[in-house]
Every structure is written in structure tokens, then in C-alpha cells.
């Protein structure tokens, strides 16, 4: 079974960086397409970005293109976001999914996976 745990938010400024890690104490990470969300009070859960199986495809969303990394290490079972040039607008609860769904390289959408972790808070001040 996948069980996920983010960790990493807080509180920062403007411009800064911060790093979320998303941990499976499961035994089959390696077989999961990842991905980080987002969400705000009040609105949908936001794509940020996926990751393949492998670790050799990624996607972002157009928000955070070029500021924010995706990577994975399937040896500590864990998922990494790199985040850099935080901006106010990236305040939100950040989510890590994971997808047994075979069709699913990247995904892009909530619904293309199965498991989700309790949430992280990042919230960045101006």
C-alpha cells in the first residue's frame, strides 16, 4: 500500500527557496508516476508538477515553469520540489500523488492518480 508524507513547508519571503519532500513507506514507489498539487481555500487543486517512473520525464505547470524542480531518488522511495523565486501567489497547501494507473506517463490531472498525502503548508509573504 502507498502511504505518503510531505514535509518541508513553512514560511518565507518573497524570492525565497524551499524544498517539499514527499516520503512512500511502501515498498513500490519505483512503480508510481508522481506528481505535486496544489490548493487554496475556496479553489480547484492546482497541477504543479509530475514526474515518470523513472524520473526521466517531467511536466510543470505554466505557473511555475522555470522557478520550481521536480525530482525523485526511488532508492529512499522519496519525491523532491525544488522550489526557487517563491512568489506570494505560490502560497497554498502542497500535495505529493501517486499514480498505479499503467496509462499514466506524466499526469497532469487530479483524477489520473490514486493516492494522495495529508497536505504541506507553504506560505510566502511580500
Known amino acids: 500500500q502507498v502511504q505518503l508524507v510531505e514535509s518541508g513547508g513553512g514560511s518565507v519571503q518573497a524570492g525565497d527557496s524551499l524544498r517539499l519532500s514527499c516520503v512512500d513507506s511502501?515498498?513500490?514507489?519505483?512503480?508510481?508516476?508522481m506528481g505535486w498539487f496544489r490548493q487554496v481555500p475556496g479553489k480547484e487543486r492546482e497541477f504543479v508538477a509530475s514526474i515518470s517512473r523513472s524520473g526521466g520525464s517531467t511536466a510543470y505547470g505554466d505557473s511555475v515553469k522555470g522557478r520550481f524542480t521536480i525530482s525523485r531518488d526511488n532508492a529512499k522511495n522519496t519525491m523532491y520540489l525544488q522550489m526557487n523565486s517563491l512568489k506570494p501567489e505560490d502560497t497554498a497547501v502542497y500535495y505529493c500523488?501517486?499514480?498505479?494507473?499503467?496509462?499514466?506517463?506524466?499526469?497532469?490531472?487530479?483524477?489520473?492518480?490514486?493516492?494522495w498525502g495529508q497536505g504541506t503548508q507553504v506560505t510566502v509573504s511580500s
Open positions: 500523488a501517486a499514480s498505479g494507473k499503467t496509462r499514466v506517463v506524466v499526469g497532469l490531472r487530479a483524477s489520473d492518480y490514486d493516492y
Open positions: 511502501g515498498r513500490t514507489f519505483s512503480s508510481y508516476a
